[in-house]
């Protein structure tokens, strides 16, 4: 028994606690070292400091934190570019029509303004081999060739033969007002009560200046050019719709191209009973409305309508009857009245709130 219990002593003295301490791995039941304050180690969590309790519920996570997309904000200046491009294009469209109404009739003007307009879509559409839209969109391009291909060039056309092309301007200056409402009844989309507001303050300038050139009284032209709201409007919102998914050259090359069989027909009608007398004025006036206004303009202006959104885009047209003032001065020697810097600078301050109101 004695002997037995010295073997075992001797076993004991042997293998000391410390040595038997080192045996396991350097990573196995290691307890990390307390970290000196105001070192890196000491900002960072161990694993027992992250280890959830046994019956706990775990902490939730830390919130990302979404980062700014700089291509989003470059994508929404390009277009809010585009949209601006296409408003001075179109504030050349009335003079350029008066120019063209100086030889020859509304009726025939229009005709082969979209005829014009129509080959030049289309032979761009066969060189780039583009296919046609799908089934579903053939109605929205309906709406557009109907509002912005025929309906407004031929109302206008009309209140311009006995309207000055100031006066049509101001009154189309309503347009803004007139696409931001259809557009909230076409898509749903409710913008903020401050755009609203800035919106309602810029039509509301624009009808007081209307009605002190016109002196209180509404006429035929007005009516034509009240119509003319009305289409262009739908044109519009059904366009800056379609051109969410397709370029905005073919939206309004489609709706051209549409159109083509009707503006041959209505050409081959008008000539024969109105005059066509081909000057140099009424030359560039045709060519500038078609080529310009009718497909150019309206590229870019549906490209800026799809990357800013059709209520901030209408805003931008705010602008458009006081560059056409100015065109009028320019190009026709129309007079302009004093009250047109005051309505400048209202619409001007309405364009900047109307695109810094979030929608």
Known sequence: MRAQSSATERRRIAVPPRAASRTPSRTQGRTPARARPGTADAARPTASATATAPGTAAPPPAAPVAPVDPASSDSHRAGALQAALGVVTFSLTFPSTAWGLEGMGPWTFVALRCV???LVAGGCLLALRVPPPRRADWGGLVVVAAGVVVGFPLLT???LQT????????VVGLLPLTTAVFSALRTGVRPSRTFWAAALAGAAAVIAFTVAQSGGALSTADLYLFAALLVCAAGYTEGGRLARHMPGWQVIGWAL???LPLAVA??????PHEPFHLTGHSTAGLLYAAVGSQFLGLVVWYRGMAAIGVPKASQLQLAQPLLTLVWSVFLLGE???PAAPLTAVAVLVCIAVTQRARS
């Open 335 to 337: 007079s302009l009245t």
């Open 157 to 159: 056309s009309l209140a």
């Open 116 to 118: 014009l307009s129509a």
């Open 257 to 259: 191209v549409l159109c």
């Open 266 to 271: 209505g050409a081959a009608l008008a000539l």
């Open 163 to 170: 309207s000055s092309t100031a006066h049509a301007a101001v």
